[in-house]
């Protein structure tokens, strides 16, 4: 069974540009989340989808934005791009039950540096 | 606000030993309890999933254990190897979602 694929995964920007970053999660999973990894912060929540709809948000700006589509893929943006922004960005999927939290697979990762 | 800590941020022992991590939280009122392992610029390896009903899991040479009321998890690895050398990290998730809190970490170093 495949994993959790992320695409790319590395990728070099300048400032004001914009991001797109792709995440598959594994087969028959419906919800995909996303972190991001700095040395500074850790890992933090972005946000999370399930069934195409965007259940939960964590505490970044609107320049951070992302979509589920109906085969449970999903895409993050960022857009005018800020050095600070030069993270590892990670998705997650999981097989959410009803009523019970998932255990949380992670893929590779796409390292982003701002420049 | 949830707040996650590990203790300690690093540890280096010699193959053989059995050690412990620990994980902390503030607020005792989450869902679950998730033990991850992360190799330099790889992504997280889930070990161990534990459930606000449970107290402990275990997979192989991996037990963790959770208190809810004192806010404390502890990740019990029995005969450490070089090979489990990496960044070992501590989440909960306190609400009916999958966002979870991330502690610091602790990186962990095996010799032999």
């Known amino acids: 069974k495949a994993g959790v694929t992320q695409t790319p995964r590395y990728l070099i920007k300048t400032r004001g540009q914009q991001v797109t970053l792709s995440c598959s999660p594994i087969?028959?999973?419906?919800?995909v989340s996303w972190y991001q990894q700095t040395p500074g912060q850790g890992l933090q929540f972005l946000f999370e989808?399930?069934?195409?709809?965007?259940?939960n948000k964590g505490n970044f700006p609107g320049r951070f934005s992302g979509r589920q589509f109906s085969n449970s893929r999903s895409e993050m943006n960022v857009s005018t791009l800020e050095l600070g922004d030069s993270a590892l960005y990670l998705c997650?999927?999981?097989?959410?039950?009803?009523?019970?939290?998932?255990?949380?697979?992670f893929g590779e990762g796409s390292r982003l540096t701002v420049l | 606000k949830q707040e996650v800590t590990q203790i300690p941020a690093a540890l280096s022992v010699p193959e053989g030993e059995n050690l412990v991590l620990n994980c902390s939280f503030t607020?005792?009122?989450?869902?679950?309890l998730q033990w991850f392992r992360q190799d330099p610029g790889k992504g997280l390896t889930s070990l161990l999933l534990?459930?606000?009903?449970?107290r402990e899991q275990t997979s192989g040479r991996l037990n963790a254990s959770l208190d809810k009321s004192s806010g404390r998890s502890t990740l019990y690895i029995a005969a450490s190897q070089p090979g489990d050398s990496a960044t070992y990290l501590c989440?909960?998730?306190?609400?009916?979602?999958?966002?979870?809190?991330f502690g610091k970490g602790t990186t962990l170093s095996v010799s032999s």
């Open positions: 997650a999927s999981s097989h959410l039950r009803q009523g019970r939290t998932g255990e949380l697979f």
């Open positions: 087969s028959g999973h419906r919800s």
């Open positions: 989808y399930f069934s195409e709809t965007q259940r």
């Open positions: 607020d005792s009122a989450i869902y679950n």
């Open positions: 534990i459930q606000s009903s449970q």
């Open positions: 989440a909960v998730s306190s609400q009916a979602g999958t966002a979870l809190i």
